[in-house]
């Protein structure tokens, strides 16, 4: 795959037992990645794999996989919750274009999902907002939305509404289409219909399409002055509208669901490829030099520019140290050399992984976008830089 505008590197980050590692196992689950769903409370996560994970029911690090929604390439990591291990998450969303804010449904905004909300505000990482977990006794979709607002400050943009609430949440309104997505009680993410509304929620979905529209036009001068003169915008200029303001972070659009009884998903992966930039939108990161101040130069993310690639995550498994490298710019070659800035010194390039939870597939080369992991890498620190030899980064 070369198209960038086809990637999407995300984070799903969330205060503990919000289900983040549930809704990455029903992505896994509908990508076709994986064929049956494990469960966090069996220790069968698939991207909770170390043991004490496993005992525990938490996860402890991030973990990275790769799977394929709609022939875009999603490069996923389901990033810890637990106060204990904050450092993992700022160091995933400092490699991350974008993210999936997750919020229980009950809980709402906890303490430890404003530590960070407030990290990717700082990393500049858009953002679509999953309030999960709506089928538990006490949660309430429109109080979550409301404390965004309050407690984080940010605006939200709700594209689906429930239906029902707790025992009776059987399925999610999208507002853009204005019909309804009904799941069965069979546990299989993949039955559902889609329907016209539920007669009693024509009002409700009337109102907040109404404040949707309100909120995202005026991104496009043409789109706001044609909607004052009472047209309304069709689904595809509302979606181009919605996509530049997430991306900006004017706005974070808002989905609900229930990750564990497998409704809703689908919509947040479509608002994934909707409104989440792919590599080449976000800002490109500024190059610095040892001590630390930026040079002028960016990394731009393109295959054809000299290497750049940040590790930002070293792992040791049964098989050596795993180092994991957001590449910015350049290709990456299995058997080629490459030079770390901070120690000056050149290391090979031994084997390419493409990370799969623990598992992982050997390729030959990567390019700017990918996230990946190299095995047997001697002086490479978190925060190193990795170039070309020959043209390399000041």
């Known amino acids: 795959m070369t198209d960038l505008s086809l990637y999407r590197n995300i984070g799903i980050f969330a205060h503990v037992d919000a289900g983040k590692t549930t809704t990455t196992e029903r992505i896994l689950k509908l990508t076709g990645k994986i064929h049956k769903i494990g469960e966090v409370h069996d220790g069968a996560a698939t991207t909770d794999f170390m043991e004490q994970e496993q005992e525990r029911g938490i996860t402890i690090q991030s973990a990275a996989t790769t799977c394929f929604w709609k022939d875009y390439r999603f490069n996923i990591i389901d990033t810890p919750g637990h106060v204990d291990f904050t450092i993992e998450v700022y ?47 006490g949660a309430d979709f429109y109080r979550v939305v409301k404390q965004v607002q309050d407690v984080l400050g940010a605006v939200p943009v709700v594209m689906t509404l429930p239906i029902g609430t707790e025992d009776e949440f059987v399925g999610v309104v999208d507002l853009l289409t ?12 993949m039955n559902y219909e889609i329907t016209d509304v539920p007669a009693n929620m024509l009002e409700d979905v009337k109102k907040w399409r109404a404040e949707l529209i309100e909120k ?18 069709d689904i595809e200029t509302l979606k181009r509208c919605i996509r530049k303001g997430a991306i900006k972070m004017d706005f974070f659009p808002t989905f609900c669901g229930s990750s564990f009884k497998n409704k809703g998903v689908q919509l947040v992966l ?24 930026e040079t002028g130069n960016f990394a731009i993310v393109d295959p054809n520019r000299p290497l750049r690639a940040l590790a930002f995550k070293i792992m040791d498994d049964r098989y050596g140290a795993l180092t994991f490298l957001r590449i910015y710019s350049g290709r990456l070659e ?16 031994g084997r390419i992984v493409e990370m799969h939870a623990d598992n992982r597939a050997e390729i030959d080369s990567a390019q700017a976008g990918d996230i990946v992991a190299v095995l047997g890498m001697k002086n490479v620190q978190t925060g190193h830089t990795l170039c070309d030899p020959k043209e390399p980064a000041t």
Do not use: H
């Open 91 to 137: 160091r995933s969303l400092k490699v991350l274009d974008g993210g999936i804010g997750v919020f229980c449904g009950s809980g709402g905004v906890e303490p430890q999902s404003e530590t960070n909300w407030r990290y990717a505000n700082d990393s500049k990482v858009s953002r679509v907002i999953y309030v999960n977990k709506l089928d538990r006794t």
């Open 178 to 189: 204005e019909k309804a997505w009904i799941w069965d009680n069979s546990g299989d993410p």
């Open 216 to 233: 995202v036009v005026d991104q496009d001068d043409d789109v706001m002055e044609k909607y004052l003169e009472g047209e309304e915008p």
């Open 270 to 293: 479509d608002g994934v490829i909707d409104y989440l930039p792919c590599p080449t939108e976000v800002n490109p990161q500024p190059e610095v030099d040892l001590e630390g101040n």
């Open 334 to 349: 299995k058997g080629t050399n490459v030079l770390n800035t901070f120690t000056g010194k050149t290391e090979r390039i």
